[in-house]
T-cell receptor, first 112, second 112 residues
Framework: DGGITQSPKYLFRKEGQNVTLSCEQNLNHDAMYWYRQDPGQGLRLIYYSQIVNDFQKGDIAEGYSVSREKKESFPLTVTSAQKNPTAFYLCASSPQGSDTQYFGPGTRLTVL | QKEVEQDPGPLSVPEGAIVSLNCTYS??????FMWYRQYSRKGPELLMY????GNKEDGRFTAQVDKSSKYISLFIRDSQPSDSATYLCASSSSGSARQLTFGSGTQLTVLP
């Protein structure tokens, strides 16, 4: 089955800890994205990558970091510098030349 | 002002009702319009896609774009409890997925 997987589904973190969210796709898509979703605020772009070994900041990149060492993988690290990290995190991908994005199932991060 | 505005609801309708979901946008360069459906605690899935003005129908769903008034609509006929979800509109000017701008979503509940 082709698709986007995110793990874990639920994640709990203590304040001051870094945590890494996984995103893997086997769709052979070139571009990958990370969004944060909070109630009433829609989707906010954190980082995106259009090609391996290259990525760009989105609208709310502060306190987050990413890497793109493989085409299939785009992990997101939520660092201790992120002041309000509790949210639903969505990973998406799109093929080259496409104007649509395809989403993974999401990871709900809760900071205790 | 957000580029894409969407009434967050919540909207509750009885089963079988016709549902109208709406967005307005401010960027006159937008040409590509999408509707995503997001079930609770899941990732959004692409539901409808339209280019420029006009209507597009797919089963019980009709997407309508009026570029003169910068208005995007999604109509659901014979609504079912399984249609209960959050509906997000999205727009882009370039045909590039990187440029996709999302509305904040409307939460719909169809009551049996």
């Amino acid at each position: 089955d082709g698709g986007i997987t995110q793990s874990p589904k639920y994640l709990f973190r203590k304040e001051g800890q870094n945590v890494t969210l996984s995103c893997e796709q086997n769709l052979n898509h070139d571009a990958m994205y990370w969004y944060r979703q909070d109630p009433g605020q829609g989707l906010r772009l954190i980082y995106y990558s259009q090609i391996v070994n290259d990525f760009q900041k989105g609208d709310i990149a502060e306190g987050y970091s990413v890497s793109r060492e493989k085409k299939e993988s785009f992990p997101l690290t939520v660092t201790s510098a992120q002041k309000n990290p509790t949210a639903f995190y969505l990973c998406a991908s799109s093929p080259q030349g496409s104007d649509t994005q395809y989403f993974g199932p999401g990871t709900r991060l809760t900071v205790l | 002002q957000k580029e894409v505005e969407q009434d967050p609801g919540p909207l509750s309708v009885p089963e079988g009702a016709i549902v109208s979901l709406n967005c307005t946008y401010s960027n006159s360069a937008f040409q590509y319009f999408m509707w995503y459906r997001q079930y609770s605690r899941k990732g959004p899935e692409l539901l409808m896609y339209t280019y420029s003005s006009g209507n597009k129908e797919d089963g019980r769903f009709t997407a309508q774009v009026d570029k003169s008034s910068k208005y995007i609509s999604l109509f659901i006929r014979d609504s079912q409890p399984s249609d209960s979800a959050t509906y997000l509109c999205a727009s882009s000017s370039s045909g590039s997925a990187r440029q996709l701008t999302f509305g904040s979503g409307t939460q719909l509940t169809v009551l049996p």
